[in-house]
């Protein structure tokens, strides 16, 4: 056996070989082969655990035959199917570089001093106030975890109970409160901080997706008279089916009034903020509790990158404190500018705020992709995102075969095919069928909604590799594909 161990190490410049394979996965070329090989790399990678390792050349050889030509292209140009992307190359060398050299984000080093850094420019970027404190999570689920956690230790603390230390009181009921389109990750958080799936209520929506106010206050109103008590309203600003945006401000007012807490959900839409045109739907987000969002979305970060900021640090702390230990404390040591060793300070605090010890740098991404591009790079494809989504509508509007199904607020355009000789039930299933064609195809990948019933195609911008062209050829594809469906089920109504 090599000494002193069994695995490599010290010669990264066989990466070389890999960034040539990547570069040609991200090239795109050629239909995508991962569900049409499915079988042939299947049994090749499905083997039982090796008693023997067969080298590192064995596993670069097959993560450039067998993996990397196989894997996941929602980074091609005309998938438009979800919210996050695959990323760019500033964030995917940020990655790389802290895997290597910063692979705890805790102690005095730059990967741990850029966390705080580029939290503070995420705050630059979106206009929030200074002081609010972030914390890096793994994404929008746990950034609204994080949030809702924070809103739970407020609310029950104004009851007289510290619930991180002993629990929710079994006497007092508790409801959240958020527009029915709210993402289902709120309701899970509700679940594992102790509140209940159902007491998330979903309340109404105008025609718009956006939340009812008058319906939020009347809901509150009833359920107080049946004892509960509300811990928090959301605003979700950018919601992932079509891009709504809740009345923050109104929302806030609404909070005051009821003495609780307001996060805004902003894992996708916050950095519409950007666009001139829809800025103003964010008015009031800077006097929001808490908020959440995703620099694995429009930012293009390698996902595991979201990010909840809370206005009030210190009962954050309470909320997720790592109690102290023995062998944390010991390795504390001063916090003074200047230490003999990494070891002896903590640097920036990160672990007392958040759900984990260890965890990756991911501040070093968005430090990199900020660096790259600036304000004005990202507001720039925020805007032509935007603008696509705009530009898809006007092509939907002037085409009497095609539908808009949604107001277009940010970078989504949910739109379908229509013919005057089908009924609902047939249109929905030529959509449906339209949209596998359209994977097939692989070159034009949105995903589907359903809409007041109705299937909806739904292309969300926030891949920067996506050009004009792409969005051109979507409107193109849907009428030529439709055209050729709609003739088929005429032939045959009963399909
Ligand atoms: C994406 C999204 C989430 C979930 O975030 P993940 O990063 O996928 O965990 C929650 N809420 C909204 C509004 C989102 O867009």
């Not at 404190?321 to 990160?350: H, K, N, R």
Request: include cysteine.
């Amino acid at each position: 056996m090599p000494y002193p161990d069994a695995a490599a190490f010290g010669d990264l410049s066989v990466l070389a070989r890999l960034t040539e394979e990547l570069d040609r996965f991200n090239a795109f070329e050629g239909p995508d082969p991962a569900g049409r090989n499915r079988a042939a790399w299947t049994e090749h990678l499905g083997t039982r655990l090796p008693q023997e390792g067969a080298g590192l050349e064995a596993v670069l050889e097959d993560l450039r035959k067998w993996i990397v030509p196989n894997g996941l292209r929602n980074g091609h140009p005309g998938f438009s199917g979800w919210v996050t992307t695959s990323p760019t190359t500033s964030g995917t060398a940020a990655a790389l570089a802290s895997t290597v050299a910063g692979s705890q984000r805790v102690w005095v080093h730059t990967f741990n001093y850029l966390e705080k850094l580029s939290l503070d420019w995420l705050k630059q970027l979106l206009g929030f106030p200074e002081n609010w404190h972030g914390t890096y999570t793994t994404g929008g689920s746990s950034a609204n975890l994080i949030a809702l956690g924070a809103a739970r230790q407020w609310a029950v603390e104004q009851q007289g109970f510290d619930p991180s230390m002993t629990g929710l009181p079994a006497h007092l009921k508790w409801r959240i409160y958020a527009s029915s389109e709210v993402h289902h990750v709120v309701n899970r958080a509700a679940a594992v901080l102790g509140i209940g799936r159902r007491n998330v209520i979903g309340v109404p929506v105008n025609s718009a997706g956006e939340i009812d106010p008058d319906a939020l206050q009347q809901r509150i109103a009833a359920d107080r008279k049946e004892g509960f008590l509300p811990m928090a309203i959301i605003a979700t600003a950018g919601t992932v089916n079509t891009g709504a945006i809740d009345p923050i401000r109104r929302l806030r007012a609404i909070a005051d009034e009821e003495s609780t807490w307001l996060h805004v959900d902003g894992a996708y839409g916050m950095f519409g903020i950007l666009d001139d045109r829809v800025r103003e739907r964010y008015d009031g987000v800077a006097e929001a509790d808490s908020v959440a969002l995703d620099p694995h979305k429009w930012m293009a970060a390698p996902v595991g990158n979201g990010v909840a900021m809370v206005r009030d640090r210190d009962l954050m702390g309470r909320a997720f404190t790592l109690e102290p230990a023995a062998y944390l404390e010991g390795s504390m040591g001063q916090q003074d500018e200047v230490v003999a060793s990494p070891f002896d300070g903590f640097g920036e605090i990160l672990h007392e705020f958040n759900l984990d010890q260890s965890a990756p740098s991911r501040g070093v991404q968005v430090w990199a992709i900020l660096r790259e591009i600036g304000k004005s790079g990202m507001t720039d494809r925020v805007k032509r995102h935007n603008g696509f989504a705009r530009h898809l509508s006007a092509l939907v509007e002037k085409d009497p075969y095609l539908e808009q199904l949604a107001p277009v607020v940010l970078s989504i355009c949910c739109f379908r095919y229509v013919h005057p000789d089908l009924d609902e039930s047939q249109l929905n299933e030529l959509n449906r069928q339209l949209m596998a064609a359209l994977r097939a195809e692989g070159d034009l990948v949105p995903s589907s909604t359903i809409l007041d019933g109705k299937l909806a195609i739904r292309p969300c911008y926030v891949n920067p590799r996506t050009r004009l062209e792409d969005v051109d050829l979507l409107a193109t594809r849907a009428r030529e594909i439709g055209d050729a469906l709609a003739q088929r089920f005429k032939e045959s109504p009963t399909r």
